[in-house]
């Protein structure tokens, strides 16, 4: 089975806007994959499907052969998302931000406190546990996301534009992060509008643009016809 396969995924807004129109898309496990594309070509709204936040108007989805209509729940357990805008709850500490997301999961309280502190050290945000998220700096806010969304620990990450507005230091030290993470077997999906970021980490790309998917081969493949 794949980490993700989409067929025929359309998408039209309530406003009317088609924003995908017949997505196909294959991702293997154990891959790093970006999801490369200008501002406005269905890549969040991809996402959101995937993630189960955006309905989709038609198509399939299965994410490490779970069914997005029939079995839902299980999807979404499998998966880690790191969305685009901070949405934390501001005013609760980053320890306990990790302790009520693995809550969610129906991950015991002393298990969960248990992998926030892994993630909280991996992440180098330990001394910081004890710190509301809005007084965050964008950079551990960005870091805090990636901590939760692997709280429960997902088989397939996916991150919507990760280094947005996060300068070149941070954006190389969370690269090396993913890095190893996909080495140690996660799965990690990514959206970029930026062709570099798809370069230095991923294997496989797919080009999407007005809410199609234009181009979709290996990165070496694509580098060599650039
Ligand atoms: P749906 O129920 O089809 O998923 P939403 O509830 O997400 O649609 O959106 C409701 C309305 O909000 C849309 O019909 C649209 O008018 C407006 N809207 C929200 N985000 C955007 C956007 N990025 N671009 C254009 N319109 C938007
Ligand atoms: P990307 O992530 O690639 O920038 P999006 O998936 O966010 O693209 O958006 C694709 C298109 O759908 C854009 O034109 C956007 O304005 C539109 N859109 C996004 N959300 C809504 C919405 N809720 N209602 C109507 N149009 C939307």
Request: charged share 25%.
């Amino acid at each position: 089975t794949h980490a993700l396969s989409i067929q025929g995924l359309t998408k039209t807004y309530a406003n009317g806007f088609v924003a995908l129109k017949g997505i196909d898309l294959e991702v293997k496990q154990g891959d790093f994959f970006a999801l490369l594309g200008p501002n406005g070509a269905g890549k969040s709204t991809t996402i959101g499907i995937i993630s189960t936040l955006v309905n989709k108007s038609s198509g399939k989805v299965s994410v490490f052969g779970n069914d997005l209509d029939t079995h839902p729940l299980q999807l979404k357990r499998c998966i880690g998302v790191v969305p685009q805008e901070f949405n934390f709850n501001q005013f609760e500490l980053a320890f306990n931000i990790l302790v009520t997301q693995a809550g969610y999961y129906g991950i015991k309280r002393a298990e969960a406190k248990v992998r926030a502190e892994q993630l909280l050290k991996q992440l180098e945000l330990w001394d910081k546990r004890d710190t509301q998220a809005r007084l965050l700096s964008g950079g551990m806010k960005r870091r805090l996301m990636i901590a939760r969304a692997l709280v429960h620990g997902p088989k397939l990450l996916i991150l919507d534009e990760p280094t947005a507005g996060v300068d070149i230091e941070l954006r190389r030290s969370m690269w090396d992060y993913l890095i190893k993470l996909n080495r140690e077997g996660t799965t990690i999906i990514l959206t970029t509008h930026y062709l570099e970021e798809a370069e230095q980490l991923c294997r496989n790309i797919a080009i999407i643009d007005h809410g199609q998917i234009i181009e979709n081969t290996s990165m070496r493949t694509l580098l060599t016809k650039l």
